[in-house]
C-alpha cells in the first residue's frame, strides 16, 4: 500500500476514490484493532472498536471525502498531504480514544449515623435471603451446615450495621494513561441525599459506641467474596466496611 501510495504522488495525479477509502480504512482498521489491545487489554469492546466501527467508518468516509475532493477540483499536491494528514489525525485519534480512563478506587462518604443495630440482630434476615437465592440455584449446592456458621458469625467478628445518611460522596480515582499510570487523583466532592447501611466493627459491637447525627468522612470498603454463601460477616449481610479515610487517599480528597 505503501509503494503504491509514493508512486501515484510522484506522477502528479490526485488520489483515486478507492485510494482514499483504503487508506483511511486500513489506518482506522489497524488503529482501532490493536489500541485497545496494547492500551486497554480490559476494555469489554477491545479489538471490535477497529473491526465494526473505526475501520469501516474510515473507509466510508474516505469514499465522501475523496469524492468531495474531486469534485472541488482541489489541486492534487494538496490531496495528498490531505490524505496523508487524514490519515495521521486518524489514526492518533482513534489510539487517544482507545486509552483507559481513571479507575475508580473507591469512595469517600460524609454522613451521619442515623440508625444503627447489633450485626447478630440482622443474621436471621440476612440467613432468609440466602435461602431464597439457593432455591433459584439448581446447578450448585451451597456448603453444608452454611446457615449454623452463619449464626456464629458475629461472635467471631463483632461489629454492629450502622445506617448512614450520606450527604457528600467523592471518588478516588488511579490514573491509567501511559503518562500519568499510577498517578491518583479525587473526582472532588459531590453532594448526594442517600440513605444506606454499612458494616462497622472499629468501635466494637455496641451501638453506644457510634455517636448520632455527628458528620464523619468514612471510606467503605468491601472485598468480595467467591464463596457461596460467603464465610464473612459483612460479606454475608451485604454489606460494605467503613474503615476511615487510608492516610494515602487522605490529601486528595479535602474536606
Not at 509514493?6 to 488503529?31: D, R, Y
Amino acid at each position: 500500500m505503501a509503494e503504491i501510495v509514493e508512486k501515484k504522488a510522484a506522477t502528479g495525479s490526485a488520489p483515486a476514490l478507492i485510494l482514499w477509502a483504503l487508506v483511511l480504512g486500513i489506518t482506522g482498521f489497524v488503529a482501532g484493532f490493536f489500541g485497545p489491545i496494547t492500551f486497554n487489554p480490559d476494555a469489554n469492546q477491545g479489538p471490535m472498536l477497529g473491526i465494526f466501527i473505526t475501520g469501516p467508518g474510515a473507509f466510508l468516509f474516505g469514499l465522501a471525502l475523496g469524492l468531495v475532493l474531486r469534485l472541488i477540483r482541489l489541486a492534487a499536491w494538496l490531496q495528498w498531504r490531505m490524505l496523508y494528514g487524514c490519515a495521521a489525525a486518524l489514526a492518533i485519534g482513534t489510539l487517544y480514544f482507545c486509552m483507559p480512563e481513571p479507575a475508580v478506587r473507591g469512595y469517600a462518604i460524609e454522613g451521619r449515623v442515623v440508625g444503627c443495630k447489633p450485626a447478630a440482630q440482622a443474621i436471621e434476615a440476612a440467613i432468609a435471603d440466602w435461602d431464597k437465592r439457593i432455591a433459584h440455584v439448581t446447578w450448585a449446592a451451597p456448603r453444608a451446615g452454611w446457615a449454623e456458621e452463619a449464626r456464629q458469625m458475629p461472635q467471631r467478628d463483632v461489629g454492629v450495621v450502622l445506617e448512614i445518611e450520606i450527604t457528600r460522596r467523592n471518588a478516588v480515582l488511579e490514573h491509567r494513561k501511559p503518562w500519568d499510570k499510577g498517578q491518583l487523583s479525587a473526582s472532588g466532592w459531590h453532594a448526594v441525599a442517600e440513605t444506606k447501611s454499612y458494616f462497622a466493627r472499629d468501635a466494637g459491637g455496641m451501638c453506644s459506641f457510634y455517636p448520632r447525627d455527628k458528620s464523619t468522612v468514612y471510606f467503605p470498603q468491601g472485598d468480595g467474596t467467591r464463596e457461596w454463601p460467603p464465610r464473612d460477616l459483612p460479606n454475608f449481610l451485604g454489606l460494605q466496611v467503613l474503615e476511615p479515610v487510608p492516610a494515602k487517599y487522605a490529601g486528595l480528597i479535602g474536606r
